[in-house]
């Protein structure tokens, strides 16, 4: 009974306020109209201005979460490759990283800690530019397998190693790894596909495959601080 009558009075209450506003003098009426208006339309903006708070912050956690935070100790810095799709280049790539992160002209590149992508060919200030296995203009001085055979890596869509010597004998699924001056030693290539003679006659050259393709590569590691 006695939340029948509680219903009844807030019904009488919510009633008598209701025309009390309709009593009120007109200017009153617009004034609390527009009062009401503000404060809406402030409401409106300070939500807005917290998403967008908000999203930057988990965009930044995000980009965060997703390196590795190898910078430093160990002398890797992550980079995230800019995609380029739907005008992919299948020999470059661009990084988010440049000048002021320590990136350098011939920092080598790389898929994982020990596996070479390419070399650092262009820096700007926050961007750089990544000459990759898969560009014609891309060399390296290379040791195959166990007995460490020489060979010149030679970049392009399909990149193999030439001038490998005919006194030699390179068997498929052989690790191909870096032997210049200029990059650690042994940062693996790829492994050897198949081989054969070369247009002279006077070479082996062995065609490769990688543990990944161009398409694939979200992030990148660069190697920085001693060799730079």
Known sequence: MKRKWLKIFLFLALIFLAFSQVFLPLDLRIENFLKNIFRVSSLVEENNYLRKINLDLEN????LSSQKELV???GYLPAKVFSLYPYNLKSRLYLDVGEKDGVRVGSPVLFSETVLVGVI?????TRSEVMTVFDPNFSLAVRIGEEEID??????LNPKVGLISKNKVVSSGERVVSASKDFPYGLLVGKVKSIKEDTSGAFWEAFLELPYTLSDLREVLIKVGENN
Do not use: A
């Open 60 to 63: 930044k956690l995000s980009q």
């Open 72 to 74: 430093s100790q160990n």
């Open 121 to 125: 060919s262009n820096v700007w200030k």
């Open 151 to 156: 060979g010149l890596l030679e970049g392009g």
